[in-house]
């Protein structure tokens, strides 16, 4: 038999032209809100993305309750894929290994039974190998599902049904916190205390224009599942709060553990929040390669069930706290945590959100839950009332009843016509056995007929009154928050609130230094030493050449010497590096660089959290903090703007309450500190008015204590505080002549 040919194929349709630009914009824009509201985003009323919400309510449908038997990750996965979330099984079942991760969720809503990754960042097993059920949590997130307290829609397929939004008895958004990266936007919420957030919201629910800042009080900052140590300030947590934007610090929990004579360990026992413990090992082991952390001498990791890093210092000299600063500085023993409270508002609208919005999200859609359960419970009473009274008439008439079952043809029609009964009771009647109509009570009838026209008023009086309804959200929230209150294993904070550290070792190497006494000489000329111990008389100090003492005073190696020269600009050195006191010293500019035209204005010892004040020639100057004038490279640090000619005249300690200011015209004025501004860098303003010269010394001391000064033939002169009131005045003033016995030099000494 002949084979024909198939038939040639239809012509193709005529080209239809599109407009590139426009179908790319339509289709990108699909595809971004696509990912924004159907992956991304959580929903800000019950806090869950569309894949987790149908993970649960997969759950919900197998029947996985708390106490059920656990059943297979495979069968749960399966059946969410098939019926609801056709994104593939992986990424599912990673979803599903993330709910059930105690690490990563603080109240985990999937309990697992098998390997489900651990901390250190090892993966679940597969899902064939792994089984899980649903936990209290999650349950309470269902709560109401089947009593039409949510709206559904139509899966992908349109063969079944899925919530659009889960009942969520709890604020899961804030408790367990969301990430998720979109189209243009991404949200990061780290997780809270659920017990804080009840109180937060049985506050807000009294005050319903209650602040972010104000429900801090509640609330004050997230608990992660890892616990660690948040070191951010009240004030920048409530900014973050306030707007919805920013980070948390988030440190490790250490302890010191003494090892025995005199040696000692750190213990590093909770890691910050979304760090795997792996490879923060191995970060710290690289450090320690690259020798640069000389303090640390080993790394072990002892973890069991519970996190144990070991950290050797390098000497039992060094302070734990140093050891400490430095591997905070340098690994993920602190890291940042960001806040990005970008939500599904009302489940539709991407938007920031503030903790004080993000919380009234979930109260207002608690009520409307439990609105919605409310009339669907009054409709399920107001049925069974209609059904009870066809019970009556059937106990009271039950012979004539069951002489018109057997014998009529229509039944239900004559039931109808005889009791005036409506076809929903004859219905219900006819499919009453009649074993259970033998049973039947009066007074069991009226009883449960008077219970539920109690309950049908209350239910009534409920969706009348909003304020009772509040007032049932707030008690549904207490009891929350008694059921996982700080008392109890999983509600217990495990984060908590310390100040950052004040000081930040700049050179950790001066760590391992020997803490000895030293006293430091500068001369005339720039040069500077560090002699043994502190040493009074240096009389028979030797200089080079024709130089001479300029300044001395007693510290330690371990301390800091600021330098500050004539151009307004101050350097740091260290007392360790100092040359010692057999020779002359060496010259400051080997160890600054100090620029060709300046020179040495001041030496001084740093103090942290002192002050000092520094003036220039023209008579201007202000209060800066030893910590602003600190500087980590050679090249310094610029402090007092000073314009040529003119230069840094004095740096004298700010411990008193009045500045005594000494003219090169040899006048004096003397006038309150705080008319003098604290300042970092700047010019300053004017402490004296000159009409000729300039500002020759400055000197900060105690009125009370009156006014000193040391003479070229080194005795002190002191003017007690009743005779200075001729020169007491203003700042800005010009001054007059300084009482009798003031150094020629013009200089306090």
């Known amino acids: 038999m002949a084979r024909h040919a198939p038939p040639p194929p239809a012509p193709p349709p005529a080209p239809v032209d599109v407009n590139l630009k426009e179908a790319l914009e339509e289709r990108y824009l699909a595809y971004a809100l696509s990912t924004i509201m159907g992956r991304a985003l959580p929903d800000a009323r019950d806090g869950l993305k569309p894949v987790h919400r149908r993970i649960l309510y997969g759950m919900h449908i197998l029947r996985l309750d708390p106490g059920s038997a656990f059943k297979k990750c495979a069968k749960i996965v399966g059946d969410v894929m098939g019926s609801f979330h056709p994104h593939g099984d992986q990424a599912i079942y990673e979803a599903l290994v993330r709910l059930a991760q105690d690490f990563t969720s603080r109240y985990p809503l999937v309990e697992g039974q098998g390997n489900f990754g651990n901390i250190d960042g090892d993966g679940a097993a597969a899902y064939r190998y792994t089984e899980a059920r649903m936990t209290d949590i999650a349950r309470l997130l269902l709560e109401g599902i089947d009593e039409d307290a949510i709206d559904f829609r139509d899966n992908y397929s349109g063969d ?25 936007m991404a949200t990061s919420i780290p997780p809270h ?31 992660f599942p890892t616990g660690g140590i948040i070191i ?54 690289n450090l320690l390669n690259e020798k640069k952390v000389p303090l640390l001498a080993d790394v072990r990791d002892e973890s069991a069930e519970d996190v144990r890093i070991v950290l050797e210092p390098r000497s039992r000299t060094v302070e734990p706290a140093t050891l400490m600063e430095s591997l905070f500085k340098l690994s993920e023993l602190e890291t940042r945590v960001p806040m990005n409270m970008n939500v599904l508002v009302d489940g539709v609208v991407p938007r920031v959100v503030g903790l004080a919005e993000a919380l009234k999200q979930w109260l207002d859609h608690r009520r409307e839950v439990l ?40 039944p239900k029609a004559e039931l109808i016509a ?50 009772k309804q509040w007032r049932t959200v707030a008690y549904e929230v207490a009891d929350i928050r008694k059921k996982y209150g700080p008392d109890t294993p999983l509600g217990r904070r ?41 040493i009074e008389d240096l009389s028979t100090l030797a200089f080079k050449g024709d130089d001479k003492l300029k300044a001395s005073f007693p510290a330690e190696t371990t301390s800091k010497i600021l330098v500050v020269a004539t151009n307004g600009k101050a350097f740091t050195l260290d007392a360790a590096k100092l040359p010692g006191g057999r020779g002359h010293g060496e010259p400051i500019r080997l160890f600054a660089d100090i620029d060709e035209g300046a020179d040495i204005a001041a030496v001084l010892l740093y103090k942290p959290g002192a002050k000092a004040l520094i003036a220039s020639t023209d008579g201007r100057g202000f209060v800066v903090g030893h910590d602003d004038m600190l500087s980590s490279t050679r090249k310094g640090r610029a402090v007092l703007v000073v314009e040529t000619p003119a230069e840094v005249a004095a740096v004298a300690p700010a411990e008193g309450d009045h500045v005594a200011t000494i003219g090169q015209n040899r006048k004096l004025l003397i006038f309150p500190l705080e008319q003098v501004p604290e300042m970092a860098r700047g010019k300053g303003v004017r402490l004296q008015r000159y009409k000729d010269g300039g500002l020759s010394d400055a000197r900060v001391f105690a009125l ?42 013009n200089k306090f000494g």
């Open 494 to 534: 495990r984060t908590t609130f310390e100040d950052a550290p004040d000081v930040v070792v700049a050179d950790l190497a001066e760590a391992l230094v020997e803490r000895e006494p030293v006293t430091i000489v500068v001369s005339e000329k720039g040069w500077i030493r560090a002699l043994k111990g502190h």
């Open 704 to 745: 009370k204590e009156g006014l000193t000064w040391r003479d070229s033939s080194d005795r002190v002169w002191t003017v007690p505080a009743k005779d200075l009131k001729d020169w007491i005045g203003n700042r800005a003033e010009a001054g007059r002549l300084p009482p009798k016995g003031f150094p020629k030099n």
């Open 193 to 223: 205390n659920l017990a804080e957030l009840c109180d937060a919201a049985l506050h807000l629910i009294e005050q319903p224009k209650a602040t972010s800042e104000a429900l801090l009080k509640f609330a004050p900052g997230p608990d």
């Open 371 to 410: 609105l919605r359960r409310s009339r669907h419970r009054l409709a399920a009473i107001e049925r069974r009332l209609e059904m009870l009274a066809g019970m009556m008439i059937v106990f009271l008439n039950l012979d004539e009843v069951i002489r018109i079952i057997r014998e009529e043809d229509d």
């Open 232 to 285: 951010d300030g009240k004030e920048q947590i409530a900014e973050t709060y306030r707007t919805g934007r920013g980070s948390f610090r988030v440190r490790a929990r250490w302890t010191k553990e003494d090892t025995g004579r005199g040696t000692w360990v750190a213990i590093v026992t909770e890691i910050p929040y979304g760090v795997q413990k792996s490879r923060l090992i191995e970060q710290l082991a």
């Open 418 to 467: 005889a009791f005036k009964l409506s076809e929903a009771q004859v219905t219900y009647i006819l499919d009453t056995r009649l074993r259970a109509l033998r049973r039947l009570e009066e007074m069991e009838l009226r009883r449960e007929e008077t219970a539920l026209k109690k309950e049908k008023t209350d239910i009534a009086k409920l969706l009348g009154d909003e304020k």
């Open 160 to 184: 079944a049904k899925e919530p659009i939004v889960l009942p969520a008895a709890l604020p899961n958004l804030l408790a367990n916190g969301a990430q998720g990266i979109a189209v243009g």
